[in-house]
């Protein structure tokens, strides 16, 4: 118990370094403001701040969400699917150019190096101009939505977008699922080729097929080991999805850009974002933190 006691006590003190560069820190946001102050001559506002989260409705007499929480609502629902669509191209791409065949094994390695070299944004605006234009207006997924029910159009924008903004969601969520999958293809990859030839020698050895030894002894031990590689691919997909407010995704670095517009709160708004977003990645880099600690393969 006193070990125990001891080692929590020393994880808490300061080394020298890290007091002199929270001090830097601290210096550096202090000249900052101080500069804002005297050279631009900037007068803050920040008490407009709290009410574009939160405003009271004086018809239905409820407190409702405003443009900054609707705008960091959607940017978790984009997150969230290009990291479902990112994580199952991401996997069959891994697998092929691991284990495939020489077909599938370039099929693999032409998707990645293809879509790894574009710029995220530059294929954003591909999938919007020509994706949604092309595929998703020929479906009608929007005009169905509007003819829709009102409770599946609460669905519908719950989990993905209202009618006028499907389109262009599915469109951004696709495009960043497939940027995120050619780097969780390369994650998986390096997990299976570590796993020891011995695991599939011993598989074989007890009767077990060659499929059944991936499904059953490979793939679990793969995904066990680039588990936190992969949570740190999803914090990449938080900050990756602000590129889609190019082509008028309200999520939250869009939502600011309109409420900067309109209300000139440059730097009030660009701090609020800034915070927003890093506490929203830093909460989930610090459960994975924990959670590596915890059960990291020793």
Do not use: C
């Not at 059944?212 to 066990?224: A, S």
Request: aromatic share 16%; no cysteine.
């Amino acid at each position: 118990m006193i070990y125990r006691y001891n080692y929590k006590i020393k994880a808490l003190r300061f080394s020298i370094i890290d007091i002199a560069v929270i001090a830097l820190i601290v210096a550096a946001i202090a000249v900052f403001f101080s500069r804002m102050n005297s050279v631009l001559e900037y007068h803050w506002e920040w008490n407009a701040i709290p009410n574009y989260f939160f405003f009271w409705d004086a018809k239905t007499g409820e407190l409702k969400a405003n443009i900054l929480v609707q705008g960091f609502i959607t940017t978790i629902k984009l997150s969230i699917w290009s990291t479902l669509i990112g994580f199952f191209l991401g996997t069959i791409s891994g697998v092929m150019g691991a284990k495939g065949s020489f077909e599938q094994r370039f099929i693999s390695r032409a998707y990645v190096e293809t879509i790894r070299n574009i710029p995220s944004l530059v294929l954003v605006i591909i999938f919007y101009y020509f994706v949604s234009s092309q595929f998703l207006d020929v479906l009608h997924i929007d005009t169905w939505l509007r003819g829709s029910s009102e409770t599946v159009q609460h669905i519908a924008a719950f989990f993905f977008a209202g009618p006028g903004q499907i389109n262009s969601f599915i469109s951004a969520i696709i495009a960043l699922g497939l940027y995120e999958g050619a780097y969780v293809s390369e994650i998986v990859r390096g997990g299976i080729i570590s796993i020891p030839q011995g695991q599939w020698e011993a598989s074989f050895s007890i009767g077990l097929s060659k499929t059944k030894t991936f499904g059953l002894v490979i793939l679990p031990q793969t995904f066990r080991k680039v588990a936190f590689p992969l949570a740190g691919q999803f914090i990449s997909t938080i900050k990756d999805s602000a590129i889609v407010s190019v082509i008028s995704i309200q999520e939250l670095t869009f939502q600011g850009m309109e409420l900067m517009a309109v209300t000139f709160l440059t730097f009030e708004i660009w701090i609020t974002i800034t915070l927003l977003y890093f506490i929203l990645t830093f909460t989930i880099s610090s459960m994975v933190a924990l959670l590596e600690k915890r059960y990291a393969i020793k």
